[in-house]
T-cell receptor, first 110, second 114 residues
Framework: KQEVTQIPAALSVPEGENLVLNCSFT??????LQWFRQDPGKGLTSLLL?????REQTSGRLNASLDKSSGRSTLYIAASQPGDSATYLC?????????FGAGTTVTVRA | ETGVTQTPRHLVMGMTNKKSLKCEQH?????MYWYKQSAKKPLELMFV???????ENNSVPSRFSPECPNSSHLFLHLHTLQPEDSALYLC?????????????FGQGTRLTVV
């Protein structure tokens, strides 16, 4: 069974600082990995999809890296803004299922 | 707006009630999913439908009954629920089940069982 751990559980930074969110997973036989954002009480918004054959994927201020063999992914958010405040979830896909960690809750202070 | 719409957004029901949650997608996807998100816990996969056929049931109690009448619609029928079933229920869809496709989620239904 895939186990997903996200560190840190919570993060509070001043506006403008770069964010580094870590995700580790126990089963490296994944097809891909998605990063999502969740605002309080809302659904999930897909941020990035990184295929198992890729090492990196970028979208605007977001960059995700994947080291499949060591079971790790990192989400970088450059020049954080108060609007980036949310919970960020990583979800590796294997055995046709997405598995989720508990997420990292980010607060960006103005 | 992700293209996956869930109704209602909020639902309060008694333990003896029967209600249904609805999910609709117009993305042309062939796979649809129900997830449960309880407070302080990771998302749990409940059911998976692929081409309108249920392909996964993750040991979900029978008081939750899914229905997929076509590839665009997914329902979750609820009856005789317990207070511990209170949670955010999320629907998702993807082009195909698994492999290298991206999953899109709805906004969820916040269910409270009293």
């Amino acid at each position: 069974k895939q186990e997903v751990t996200q560190i840190p559980a919570a993060l509070s930074v001043p506006e403008g600082e770069n964010l580094v969110l870590n995700c580790s997973f126990t089963d490296s036989a994944i097809y891909n990995l998605q990063w999502f954002r969740q605002d309080p009480g809302k659904g999930l918004t897909s941020l990035l999809l990184i295929q198992s054959s890729q090492r990196e994927q970028t979208s605007g201020r977001l960059n995700a890296s994947l080291d499949k063999s060591s079971g790790r992914s990192t989400l970088y958010i450059a020049a954080s803004q108060p609007g980036d405040s949310a919970t960020y979830l990583c979800a590796p896909l294997n055995d046709y299922k997405l598995s989720f960690g508990a997420g990292t809750t980010v607060t960006v202070r103005a | 707006e992700t293209g996956v719409t869930q109704t209602p957004r909020h639902l309060v029901m008694g333990m003896t009630n029967k209600k249904s949650l609805k999910c609709e997608q117009h993305l042309g996807h062939n796979a649809m999913y129900w997830y449960k998100q309880s407070a302080k816990k990771p998302l749990e996969l409940m059911f998976v439908y692929s081409l309108e056929e249920r392909v996964e049931n993750n040991s979900v109690p029978s008081r939750f009954s899914p229905e997929c009448p076509n590839s665009s619609h997914l329902f979750l029928h609820l009856h005789t629920l317990q207070p511990e079933d209170s949670a955010l229920y999320l629907c998702a869809s993807s082009r195909e089940r698994g492999m290298n496709t991206e999953a899109f989620f709805g906004q969820g239904t916040r269910l409270t069982v009293v």
